[in-house]
T-cell receptor
Framework: GAGVSQSPSNKVTEKGKDVELRCDPI?????LYWYRQSLGQGLEFLIY????????KSGLPSDRFSAERTGGSVSTLTIQRTQQEDSAVYLC??????????FGSGTRLTVV | QKEVEQDPGPLSVPEGAIVSLNCTYS??????FMWYRQYSRKGPELLMY????GNKEDGRFTAQVDKSSKYISLFIRDSQPSDSATYLC???????????FGQGTTLQVKP
């Protein structure tokens, strides 16, 4: 597609449940990033993929968070045993070797 | 202290005003500087991109980078109500490395 696609756009889950968030990057973009944006906050880096490898996962807040990327394309961010503090907008972006990122519209996660 | 500091505002200006948005940073390794605009419930969109120091102009928007002062600015001329959004500065040490974002400044342009 023409842009970065994220699904679902909204997710409400109960505390303690696992959730999976999906990102379809722009075709041909080798770099893929996950960020988290909490209410009134800037973007917090989570993880960076180059191809299927994750050379920088320093931003994952705990071992409940994991991510993978397959075929150099689609990426999934998984949060296990969700907590209320996980409520945020999760943004995915992809980048070519030129410049800048293109962001998706995000997944708004609410843990109740 | 955060690596990138940005006043969250909010900033309210009348239509037609010149808007100045700023960020300071502490990491001298940053070489790539960007400004993103984010409308409510949307992802950020790239507005301006600058490599190293200097100015860059695109229509009503001008980005300035002063690496010696570790200070970047975005100027919006003849501001319009459609410019009302959150503006995020971002920077990186490489062109595909992770970006470090400021907190974002909320701008409202009143008709």
């Amino acid at each position: 597609g023409a842009g970065v696609s994220q699904s679902p756009s909204n997710k409400v889950t109960e505390k303690g449940k696992d959730v999976e968030l999906r990102c379809d990057p722009i075709s041909g973009h080798t770099a893929l990033y996950w960020y988290r944006q909490s209410l009134g906050q800037g973007l917090e880096f989570l993880i960076y993929f180059q191809g299927n490898s994750a050379p920088d996962k320093s931003g994952l807040p705990s071992d409940r968070f994991s991510a993978e990327r397959t075929g150099g394309s689609v990426s999934t961010l998984t949060i296990q045993r969700t907590q209320q503090e996980d409520s945020a907008v999760y943004l995915c972006a992809s980048s070519s070797r030129s410049y800048g990122y293109t962001f998706g519209s995000g997944t708004r996660l609410t843990v109740v | 202290q955060k690596e990138v500091e940005q006043d969250p505002g909010p900033l309210s200006v009348p239509e037609g005003a010149i808007v100045s948005l700023n960020c300071t940073y502490s990491n001298s390794a940053f070489q790539y500087f960007m400004w993103y605009r984010q409308y409510s419930r949307k992802g950020p969109e790239l507005l301006m991109y600058t490599y190293s120091s200097g100015n860059k102009e695109d229509g009503r928007f001008t980005a300035q980078v002063d690496k010696s002062s570790k200070y970047i600015s975005l100027f919006i001329r003849d501001s319009q109500p459609s410019d009302s959004a959150t503006y995020l500065c971002a920077m990186s040490g490489s062109n595909t490395g992770k970006l470090i974002f400021g907190q974002g400044t909320t701008l409202q342009v009143k008709p």
